[in-house]
């Protein structure tokens, strides 16, 4: 496609040329370019396009020689240029200063950089800053917490983790785990006890699927109590339920009257 005539950045193509290099076997189509510093420069079409290239070689040579000296970007204030500390390690030829930051720590930086408002500030504060992002989302978790609400990312791995050794589908977010646990208010969606993930008994909540035959879906998963999963085991949901229904039916038929209800609770420690 032929750009004579369309902008890019800084230049603007003017005609189309041959390669400047004859022994190349490139069949890229070169243009020659008038910059905005009003230039001619001559390069590949496709790179200009692409973005690449946005002005001529020695605008981008005169951007790196800006004087920064006085001048405030961010936190970041330059005090004088210094030497390149990566001199020999990297290839541009970027102009290096030394920066104050807000918070009184001077720090050395690639001046381009700071001015493209990458680095707006020292690394401790930006680190600071980065923290209280996090804080402000996760709460006091630390700055590793890679889990959810309560659920901690090891927690989830665990479950995934055991679901794919067994080869049963998972098809749940963290972020849809913790919000079903919510909307139990907290609670084992079968006995009604109370199940947490780091209480002073260990974490008791335990991920359930309803039906144990089927994959872990929003439609057939449950919190429940550790022990509760651990007796409901295979069986289905019904004849789970049906099963502590007898069990309690024939408790209370044959020592009711000897059952002493609310001891019972207050014992109720699983």
Same mark, same amino acid.
């Given at each position: ?47 200009? !396009? %692409? *973005? ?8 981008? =040579?005169?951007?790196?020689? +800006?004087?920064?000296? #006085? $001048? ?92 794919? !050794? %067994? *080869? ?8 849809? =785990?913790?919000?079903?646990? +919510?909307?139990?208010? #907290? $609670? ?83």
């Amino acid at each position: 496609m032929d750009i004579t005539g369309k902008t890019f950045g800084q230049l603007t193509a003017i005609r189309r040329v041959t390669n400047p290099n004859p022994e190349s076997k490139s069949t890229n189509s070169y243009y020659l370019f008038g910059c905005l510093c009003g230039r001619e420069y001559v390069a590949k079409g496709s790179d200009v !396009k %692409r *973005g690449l290239i946005k002005r001529c070689h020695l605008c981008k =040579a005169e951007d790196a020689c +800006v004087d920064m000296v #006085g $001048k405030t970007f961010g936190d970041l204030t330059a005090i004088k240029r210094v030497p390149n500390p990566k001199a020999g390690k990297v290839k541009h030829n970027h102009a290096y200063y030394l920066f104050k930051c807000s918070c009184g720590v001077e720090y050395v930086a690639d001046g381009t950089t700071v001015r493209k408002g990458l680095i707006k500030q020292c690394p401790e504060c930006g680190l600071a800053s980065r923290v209280k992002q996090y804080k402000q989302r996760n709460g006091d978790k630390s700055v590793q917490w890679r889990g959810h609400g309560d659920i901690s990312g090891t927690f989830w791995s665990r479950i995934m983790y055991n679901s794919k !050794k %067994r *080869g049963i589908p998972f098809d749940i977010t963290i972020e849809y =785990a913790w919000g079903l646990y +919510v909307r139990q208010g #907290g $609670k084992c969606a079968l006995s009604g006890v109370k199940i947490d993930f780091n209480g002073t008994d260990g974490c008791t909540a335990s991920l359930d699927r309803a039906d144990s035959l089927g994959s872990y879906s929003k439609d057939n998963v449950q919190w429940v109590h550790k022990h509760i999963n651990t007796m409901k085991n295979v069986f289905t949901q019904s004849y789970f339920i049906g099963l502590c229904m007898s069990v309690s039916d024939s408790v209370l038929e044959h020592c009711g009257p000897t059952i002493d209800k609310n001891q019972l609770k207050l014992e109720l420690t699983w």
